[in-house]
């Protein structure tokens, strides 16, 4: 009677445990997925955002409602790769797994959000920002100058559009035939550089080497140049060309920033 009833006591323990490990491994499941996904957060520049970036990762801080004008924040943990419409951001964390970055997004009209990332061991991760309807001045902006480096905005600006359009005008313009990247996709070349005080451009021809369309992202070309600081897809009549028809050819615009060193 007491071995039947240690045999029971043994199996009811061993169902309880494995009801608990099933339990905490689904939990742990959840945890998992909900921290991973893609996110979208309102702007609120009274709390601080705080979200999971893949490490190694190009990430995606989307806008929605506006544009982002600058970053603030410590350039030694991360690089960051501006999209044409200033809309999109790629962050890709120099940090290790684990480590944390802290960095502001400067909106227009000074409004500014602030961020908090952990970088962590995960794909790269896309992150909305919502502005809601478009920012205006309150009390704590009104007489405020934001921390904007809109000459260096505008510089990138005249440059991305004098390529666009083959313009000279005040850059110095060479020609520079070379192959930057083939694989069995696309192949990437190089027609013309543009160079202006700390800015370069470098005007891009990608040919589409399948039988099918194929598409492109800007992140795709994120790691052709060091110091990537906006990158423009090819446009007809204000409309992004993100799709080469099969064996066709689009030109992309690529702008890098030489660093300076005190």
Known sequence: MKSWTKIL?????????LFLSVKLMLITFACFSYAY???????????????????NELNRIGVVGGEIIEV????????????????????????????T????????????????????DTSA????????SELKPTSHTKGFIPLVNEPLKSEITSMMRAMIEGEKGKYYVTSSKRTL????ERLVSQNAAYRYRNLSGAVLSVKNLT??????????????????????LGSYNGQTLNVIKPRATMQVFIITREKKHD
Request: proline share 4%.
């Open 125 to 132: 991760q896309t992150i909305f920002i919502n502005l809601g």
């Open 37 to 55: 996904a893609n996110t979208e957060f309102t702007f609120n520049p009274k709390n601080r955002i705080e979200t999971v970036i893949g490490a």
């Open 72 to 99: 603030i924040g410590d350039e030694n943990k991360y690089a960051l790769y501006w999209s044409g419409d200033w809309c999109n951001l790629f962050i890709k964390p120099k940090a290790e797994v684990g480590e």
């Open 211 to 232: 039988s099918k369309p194929l598409e492109l992202l800007e992140l795709d070309f994120s790691n052709l140049f060091k110091n990537t600081v906006a990158i423009n």
């Open 181 to 184: 990247q083939k694989t069995k």
């Open 9 to 17: 006591k043994s199996k009811l323990y061993l169902k309880a445990k």
């Open 101 to 120: 970055i802290e960095l502001s997004l400067i909106m227009p009209h000074g409004g500014a959000q602030d961020m908090r990332f952990t970088v962590g």
